[in-house]
């Protein structure tokens, strides 16, 4: 392949060598003369191409016997395209008629000559001596007198030349029809045996390659439509056609068998062969080797020759020529792809890619050459071109020649391996039927000894069905006693049934229902049917099969259950219902011990009195920490225990944990140690207040349960790309767990030991807490059996690393105090003691406190006149906190955008989103907590400030462009 791919170029290289060394010799015109009298037209290839310097008059057909007066009318270059020439001060487009003159001096003895015109498709009339030798269609002076020709001519000149005489060649031009107007082509001039006979030659070539391109198109057409799922033999045809069909037009072959027509449907017809070449060429390849086809390639291919394609059949011939270079580069895109493909091919040596590759290099390289001389030698250029593409052809007939040898071969291989394949087909039928013959027999025996009926509803428009055995038996019926058929299965249904199994035989594909069917005795039992539905073309069941199986049993027994379910869920809610009426009936009353005994702590007292309360705020934050965690298993057996996530700092939450139980472990003598391991200075991504509340339960556990010794909260990280594998294990040095105990600890409202509780105090809820929390955090929190110095909990997560957050105020910030103005509050209340509790709380700030005893009167108060935040109680005699919010925000009063703050013992799940949503803009639970009712307050005072600011500015500008437009209407 390689030696044949070297040969070709060397032969292209040669004829371009031969052809340059010929036009370096070729006589130039010079100012309208041509001076040939050194040229001997007997020496071997002497035809001439006539080019350099004629004479030119642009816009007027000269007479052909009369001198030409050059001077008048100056000069041009021959062979030229008008188009952006210059002539008498007028560029031109390329369209227009004109006059070429040459004066020829020709040499002693010159023998017999001839002419010969190139392809045009313009018009031309040649004249030498004063006579009329040939012409190209017919030239004229506009469109409608032109009619011009597409043709290759050559012309034996009628007279002899004396010694030392001169040839007047006098050409008439015109175009109206190209974008390129003027001799583009040369005309050739040379003795006329050897012109002659050179055409004679040509033109047997073109009429060859044409009848040879029309019966191959012919040939691959048949074998195509012989085979007619594989398309490269169509490709090739189309190819071979529009090869055939430029030959035939562009040399004048069509023109010769239609004179009537004139060149404007030859050159539409010109253009769409080339094009259909490179596309079809550009498909034969893709179609060969589709696995190297780049798809985007390929939609630009598709997508440029679908544009070409509409623009040749729809614009003019003068606009559709402007287009040549657009063409061009797409042809040349074309054969890019070819060769890409090709190339593709070759390299992941698929059967016969480098051979077809060569052959379309050395084709392209010669078209190449042809097109570059094809106004500058003597050789007819496109001859070059129809070599280069018959060599193509060549090379695309022999590849596609031998992938259909190989495609008979398979072909041949596989009838052959079809044969083999039927025969131990017919051996395997043969095995098989016997199986199945056997297995419908063990198939009897299974329906014959199954509890399940079987049922086939073979014919459902004609009502055919099959009921097994076992099926009528289920019915209390013998075999015999009763006959298969829809209509006998549908007056056995239950009334209450029948709408609902009509639905589920419309479900399609497959059938799952329960039912109730009367049985010989008269009674109703439950039936399970389970099918396969085949349909039909329309989608309409066509067939079903399945089994039946009575499930009275199960079904009772599932009443049953849905019974225990239902009165499961009415403790549930009766359980609830009592967590939330104690739970709002004890947080009362512990809103008044809690508050007074911080606004009393708050004052002056003596040491002693002041130990003696502050007995009184520890024993009620134990009773608190009681009431949360049991709130807390409320919340999580609902399910609506949520958790926040933001990034937070792992060394504060750890720091905070260890500092809440310092003081603790110091009071009992007991050594609070820390070991760390890793970095955990970084930031992750989780909630933060629940992650220190499991690590303060342990401490908890760990510092309560621990008479002497220490203990140890031991840290370890590992970060592992965007996330953080933290183990945080808490040792104490206590009694430890027994083991035969280790599985109830963790169980709500369950110690080791009874006596425990008795002891230390505590609901045995922590544990069975932080475990669920642990789980919600999608970690796990177990006892460490094997460590044997006391007790060890290790709690391991996986957070992911976040960034630090924007910097926030501390959450141990000082109580924030309004610094501009005292802040007039409403408070909805209706319990006297919890006013004074508010007012002992509030007392000392820049408030000034207004209370209402109920919702109607903090309505009514709210209408009365403006507050900047109101605190609204939610269960309340006469109107409820929920529904004087809403009336209040509804109205037109001065409070309708005042913030409000709910205040309430209801502290259940689901609480705060409840009031948020009924439009309160903050959630203070009783007993409040000082610090977090003022920061609440001063967040919704805060939050209104800042509103108030966007509104007064959006109506400040609001009214400054009222006034403008008032300014301009003025």
């Known amino acids: 392949m390689r030696a044949i791919f070297l040969l070709i170029l060397f032969l292209i290289t040669a004829l371009l060598g031969s052809n340059a060394n010929a036009q370096s010799a070729t006589p130039l015109a010079q100012d309208g003369i041509l001076d040939l009298r050194g040229w001997d037209f007997s020496a071997k290839g002497s035809t001439i191409a006539l080019k350099g310097e004629f004479d030119f008059a642009w816009r007027e057909f000269t007479p052909a016997d009369t001198a030409f007066p050059a001077d008048k009318y100056g ?43 190139s392809s045009l498709t313009y018009a031309a009339a040649i004249y030498v001596n004063g006579d009329l030798i040939t012409s190209v269609g017919r030239p004229g002076t506009d469109k409608q007198s032109e009619h011009p020709r597409n043709m290759i001519d050559a012309t034996r000149l009628p007279f002899a030349f004396s010694d030392g005489e001169a040839l007047e060649l006098v050409v008439h031009y015109s175009n109206f029809i190209h974008a390129r ?36 198109t012919i040939l691959y057409l048949m074998a195509y439509f012989s085979r007619w799922h594989y398309r490269p033999p169509l490709y090739f045809a189309l190819l071979l056609l529009s090869v055939a069909t430029h030959i035939s037009v562009n040399n004048g072959l069509f023109g010769d ?60 011939s003068y606009q559709f020529s402007f287009l040549l270079p657009f063409y061009q580069l797409g042809m040349m ?4 792809a070819v060769i890409g493909i090709l190339a593709t091919a070759a390299c992941r040596r698929e ?81 098989r039927t016997s199986e199945l013959q056997a297995s419908q027999e063990r198939f009897s025996l299974a329906v014959e000894g199954s509890h399940d009926g079987i049922w086939d509803w073979a014919n459902i428009e004609r009502d055919e069905a099959y009921w097994s055995p076992q099926f009528k038996k289920l019915l209390g019926y013998d075999d015999d006693e009763i006959t298969a058929s829809y209509s006998d299965f549908g007056s056995r249904l239950h009334e209450d049934d029948v709408e609902r199994v009509a639905e589920d035989f419309k479900s399609a594909e497959s059938f799952n229902s329960e039912f109730r069917l009367r049985t010989k005795s008269g009674e109703y039992r439950w039936f399970r049917a389970k099918a396969v539905t085949k349909m039909d073309e329309d989608g309409k069941p066509r067939r079903m099969v399945g089994s039946l199986s009575d499930v009275t049993e199960q079904r009772t027994t599932q009443d049953e259950l849905i019974k225990e379910k239902k009165i499961a869920e009415a403790a549930n809610r009766v359980k609830s219902d009592f967590l939330s009426a104690m739970s709002h009936e004890i947080r009362t009353p512990m809103n008044g011990v809690i508050g007074m005994t911080e606004a009393v702590l708050d004052g002056e007292l003596p040491d002693e009195q002041r130990q003696n309360v502050n007995v009184i705020k520890q024993s009620a934050d134990a009773l608190m920490v009681i009431l949360n965690d049991i709130l807390d298993i409320s919340k999580i057996e ?56 499991v690590l303060s339960n342990l401490l908890s556990n760990a510092c309560k349960f621990t008479a002497k010794g220490h203990v140890k909260l031991a840290i370890s990280t590992n970060i592992i790309g965007d996330k953080a594998a933290l183990e945080f294990r808490v040792e104490d040095t206590g ?22 509780s008795r002891r230390y105090g505590g609901t045995g809820l922590g544990l069975n807490i932080c475990t669920q929390l642990a789980d919600l955090m999608g970690g796990t929190l177990a006892y460490d059996s094997d460590y044997k110095d006391g007790a060890a909990f290790v709690l391991t997560l996986t957070l992911p690393t976040a960034n630090a957050p924007a910097k926030a105020l501390e959450s141990n910030a000082k109580t924030p105090k309004p610094k501009t103005r005292r802040l007039k509050l409403l408070a909805a209340e209706d319990n006297a003691i919890n006013r004074k509790v508010m007012q002992a709380l509030l007392g000392k700030m820049p408030f000034d406190l207004i209370f209402a005893e109920d919702g109607l009167k903090a309505v009514a108060m709210a209408q009365a006149e ?105």
């Open 866 to 970: 403006p507050f900047d935040v109101i605190l609204m109680d939610i269960q309340m005699p006469n109107m409820g906190g929920e529904e004087a919010t809403q009336i209040i925000q509804g109205s037109n009063g001065p409070n309708a955008q005042t913030p409000i703050i709910a205040l309430t013992a209801n502290a259940m799940a689901g609480a705060k989103e409840q009031y948020l949503a009924a439009g309160m803009q903050g959630f203070v639970a009783k007993p409040i907590d000082a610090k977090t009712l003022i920061m609440a307050i001063s967040a919704a005072a805060n939050s209104r400030k800042a509103s108030n600011t966007a509104n007064g500015k959006a109506s400040e500008q609001a009214n400054d462009r009222t006034a403008k437009s008032a300014k301009r209407s003025a």
């Open 75 to 117: 000069t041009t270059i021959a062979p030229q395209t008008w188009r952006d020439q210059e002539f008498g001060g007028e560029v031109s487009d390329g369209r227009g008629y004109g006059t070429y003159h040459l004066r020829i001096l020709l040499p002693a003895n010159t023998p017999p000559l001839a002419i010969r015109t």
């Open 351 to 431: 059967e016969d890619g480098l051979f077809l590759l060569i052959g379309v290099l050395a084709a392209f390289i010669g078209l190449s050459i042809g097109l570059s001389m094809q106004t500058q030698i003597a050789t007819p250029p496109w001859l070059y071109a129809y070599i280069s593409i018959g060599l193509i052809v060549i090379s695309q007939a022999i590849t596609l020649g031998r992938h259909i040898a190989r495609t008979a071969a398979r072909s041949e291989l596989l009838r052959a391996k079809l044969t083999q394949a039927n025969e131990q087909l017919e051996t395997r039928v043969a095995a």
């Open 181 to 216: 107007g003027g001799m583009t082509s040369a005309i050739q001039l040379g003795a006329a045996d050897q012109l002659m006979t050179s055409h004679r030659h040509f033109e047997q070539i073109l009429v060859g390659m044409f009848g040879s391109g029309i019966a191959l």
């Open 333 to 336: 895109f074309c054969v890019a």
């Open 638 to 693: 609902a399910g609506k225990m949520t958790l926040e996530t933001r990034a937070f700092s792992l060394d504060n939450v750890i720091k905070s944990a260890l500092a809440l139980w310092q003081e603790p472990a110091a009071q009992k003598g007991l050594k609070l140690k820390t070991q760390i391991e890793g970095d955990i200075c970084g930031y992750v991504m989780g909630d933060e207040i629940r992650l220190g509340q």
């Open 257 to 316: 068998l239609f004179p009537m027509l004139v060149g404007g449907p030859f050159l539409r017809l010109e253009y769409l062969s080339i094009l259909g070449s490179s596309f079809f060429c550009y498909l034969f390849s893709a179609g060969l080797y589709p696995q190297s086809v780049n798809k985007f390639v390929d939609m630009v291919v598709r997508i440029y020759t679908a544009i070409a394609v509409l623009s040749l059949l729809t614009l003019t």
């Open 735 to 756: 009694a430890g767990i027994s083991p035969d105990k280790v599985a109830n600890i963790f169980e709500a409202f369950t110690q080791e030991d009874q006596t425990i």
